[in-house]
């Protein structure tokens, strides 16, 4: 099993453009979305070509492989111009005999945890800042973002034959 796992896209059409061409490149079985798709919120500066309606179609597009969370910022106005299903607070998956929670990481987070059982993957966006450390036990991973970073790249995970990997979406 291939995933690809992003966050915080905010409704940038040029960024969530890096990502689909990304997408293209890697062919994941499934495409991870940690929330936060379409809006940029009140804290953040507008994103770079900040189109929300553009991001629509593009993610719309891969409807298929999309399992997706709420951010922060999703609203119920964003589940009725999206087609895959983007409110739900949290989502597991079973990959490869491990349990994967994914989460935006506004209320669970390393330092709000879950009870998971030992061995697991806590996947969370929110931060914008790329992250990959083990606590208690569980693997705690953040993709970065795909558009605000606040670690000086715009980025995603890539996970394939048990290993995880950043990449960075070039600008």
């Not at 189109?51 to 009725?80: F, W, Y």
């Not at 059982?117 to 569980?138: A, E, M, R, W, Y």
């Amino acid at each position: 099993m291939k995933l690809l796992i992003a966050s915080d896209i905010h409704g940038s059409a040029y960024w969530c453009g890096k990502l689909m061409d990304l997408i293209q490149a890697e062919n994941p079985d499934r495409v991870i979305l940690l929330g936060d798709l379409l809006y940029h919120g009140p804290r953040n500066d507008l994103p770079k070509d900040y189109a929300p309606k553009q991001v629509i179609p593009m993610l719309s597009g891969i409807q298929e492989k999309i399992v997706a969370v709420r951010g922060n910022c999703e609203a119920e106005v964003d589940q009725m111009v999206l087609p895959f299903p983007c409110l739900a607070d949290y989502a597991q998956l079973l990959v490869d005999g491990k349990l994967f929670h994914l989460s935006h990481g506004h209320h669970q987070n390393p330092e709000q945890l879950p009870p998971l059982p030992q061995g697991s993957v806590f996947l969370f966006g929110h931060t914008h800042v790329k992250l990959d450390q083990q606590v208690n036990g569980i693997r705690c991973l953040n993709p970065g973002s795909v558009s605000i970073p606040k670690d000086g790249s715009h980025s995603c995970l890539i996970y394939e034959n048990g290993k995880f990997s950043f990449k960075i979406l070039e600008d």
